[in-house]
């Protein structure tokens, strides 16, 4: 009798990579997650991966997130348990997970903006427990799971729970990217380079990017970019004139979230030119009216919804979206702490984005 009590206690318990307040983590037994409301799943994690939004988090940037919480919000799993009310989804099928939860029926989610849904929005790895454990719940599953595709590699898949939606919705769609346009990325990082990507699907005629790290221009020139300027040793606005006969670029896009980055978009805009912002900004940054007052400009900024999911799914099985090229470190779930440290020091690691294997 004893040992089967300790079976069952076992049972119930799982590794998970906890936030204890800024700075503080550590790699901990929690209780397994169970269904709560009847739209819930519980999905067994194969694949998860760290975000930039939890370096912040790590910094204390975001106070939603309390002591305790289980960080993460992107993964890849098996369907373990599904509640009463899920209907897609059943126990053995393979998911991605989306790193927005949306009921699907409130007034933001039939306007398509998910990313505001009154009962769900980015809450995993947030306000509720995320992916970077071994099991992990989430709510309204009908609308916030997909279904693997058959034979798309898991790392490559992993990389549309956040990055992918977020460098298409918030860059390339909102700064309407178009045939022949000239666009300018500000920022090589993850997200800078799913914008870079995906940008391509419009046959752009020129594509800049903009960053202070040589690794990661070089990268940019491998994933596609036609030229890279480095902030730290060129003048970006003299180059980016050259670049445009001297009238700016079409779409800017800010894959960063600082002050100076924002407003290189606005010194490299040309007329008619949309800047795209996709960067989490914590502090103000100034808007240069007195310049582009009279430009005919846009400024557009968003919450990945994750609404072209089901659309880049259909890209990536195609093969025409080198997703899994984004993974360039691989670790066990277990060793999710040593991960923390690889990606905290990207520049230095050439990191871009560490895959974690459940
Ligand atoms: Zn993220
Ligand atoms: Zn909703």
Same mark, same amino acid.
């Given at each position: ?20 307040g800024?700075?503080?983590? %550590?790699?901990?037994? =929690? ?51 599904t ?5 897609? +989804?059943? !126990?053995?099928d !393979? ?5 927005i939860?949306?009921?699907g029926?409130?007034?933001?989610? =039939? ?56 460098? +298409?919705?918030c ?10 346009d ?11 380079? %799913? ?9 752009? %005629? ?8 040589d ?7 491998? +994933? ?10 060129e !003048? ?15 779409? %800017? ?9 924002? &407003? ?21 940054? &100034? ?36 997703? !899994? ?5 691989? +670790? ?16 230095? &690691? ?6 974690? =294997?459940?």
């Amino acid at each position: 009798m004893t040992t089967l009590v300790k079976e069952e206690t076992k049972t119930n318990i799982m590794k998970a990579l906890i936030y204890h307040g800024p700075t503080q983590r %550590a790699w901990e037994d =929690k209780p397994k997650p169970s269904i709560k409301d009847t739209t819930d799943a519980i999905i067994r994690i194969t694949t998860s991966t760290i975000c930039g939004t939890d370096l912040h988090i790590m910094k204390g940037d975001v106070p939603s997130v309390i002591n305790g919480r289980i960080l993460g919000h992107e993964g890849v799993g098996i369907v373990e348990e599904t509640g009463a009310g899920v209907t897609q +989804f059943k !126990k053995g099928d !393979k998911v991605l997970i989306s790193c927005i939860t949306s009921c699907g029926k409130c007034d933001y989610c =039939k306007k398509g903006m998910y990313s505001h849904c009154r009962n769900g929005g980015w809450i995993l790895g947030n306000t509720i427990d995320g992916t970077q454990a071994q099991y992990v719940r989430i709510p309204h599953a009908d609308n916030s799971l997909y279904k693997a595709p058959p034979d798309v590699d898991e790392e490559a898949l992993v990389m549309l729970s956040d990055i992918f939606p977020t460098g +298409f919705e918030c860059g390339v769609i909102n700064g309407q990217v178009k045939p022949g346009d000239k666009v300018a990325i500000v920022g090589s990082g993850p997200i800078g380079l %799913a914008a870079l990507l995906t940008a391509q699907f419009y046959s752009p %005629a020129m594509l800049i990017l903009i960053d202070q790290d040589d690794n990661r221009l070089k990268v940019a020139r491998a +994933f596609g970019a036609t030229h890279t300027i480095n902030f730290k040793t060129e !003048k970006v606005e003299e180059r980016v004139k050259a670049l445009t006969n001297g009238d700016g670029v079409d779409v %800017a896009i800010e894959a960063v979230g600082v002050p100076s980055s924002f &407003e290189t978009c606005q010194n490299i805009i040309g007329p008619g030119g949309r800047i795209a912002n996709i960067g989490v900004h914590g502090k103000p940054a &100034e808007l240069h009216l007195e310049k582009l007052w009279d430009r005919n400009i846009t400024i557009t900024t968003r919450l990945v919804d994750t609404v072209t999911t089901p659309m880049l799914l259909k890209v990536l099985q195609s093969g025409k979206l080198d997703a !899994k090229r984004m993974g360039t470190h691989k +670790f066990a779930l277990s060793d999710v702490m040593k991960a923390y440290d690889t990606f905290g020091n990207a520049a230095k &690691e050439n990191a871009l984005k560490v895959i974690l =294997k459940g």
